[in-house]
Nanobody, 125 residues
Framework: QVQLVESGGGLVQAGGSLRLSCAASGRTFRNYAMAWFRQAPGKERDFVASISWSGGSTAYADSVKGRFTISRDNAKNTLYLQMNSLKPEDTAVYYC??????????????????WGQGTQVTVSS
């Protein structure tokens, strides 16, 4: 198992930026793909972005493509999500997740076995 702790959430005005971080411990971070998901009130948890074990391949939800950037620093065991041009509809709790076994990115939450506690992002209009 890997332990994940998110940070960096907060309140920001529309058009602003935030950078989320996810610190990992307990398992070899660099061996596994990682992802960000989000859950808005009353809605299901949705895929945001995913990254391969090396950082060489990434994937994004259409709703965030061109605005969000996922990255990782394997030396620091940390995953990042840079969020620019934020919109009120980006308001949600953001979760980082570690793939159960695989090195390549995935869109499916069922592929991810370890989750952080989440960090709240609120975008005001």
């Amino acid at each position: 198992q890997v332990q994940l702790v998110e940070s960096g959430g907060g309140l920001v005005q529309a058009g602003g930026s935030l950078r989320l971080s996810c610190a990992a411990s307990g398992r070899t971070f660099r061996n596994y793909a990682m992802a960000w998901f989000r859950q808005a009130p009353g809605k299901e948890r949705d895929f945001v972005a995913s990254i391969s074990w090396s950082g060489g391949s990434t994937a994004y939800a259409d709703s965030v493509k061109g605005r969000f950037t996922i990255s990782r620093d394997n030396a620091k065991n940390t995953l990042y999500l840079q969020m620019n041009s934020l919109k009120p509809e980006d308001t949600a709790v953001y979760y980082c997740a570690a793939h159960r076994t695989g090195r390549y990115y995935s869109f499916d939450s069922a592929d991810f076995g370890s989750w952080g506690q989440g960090t709240q992002v609120t975008v005001s209009s």
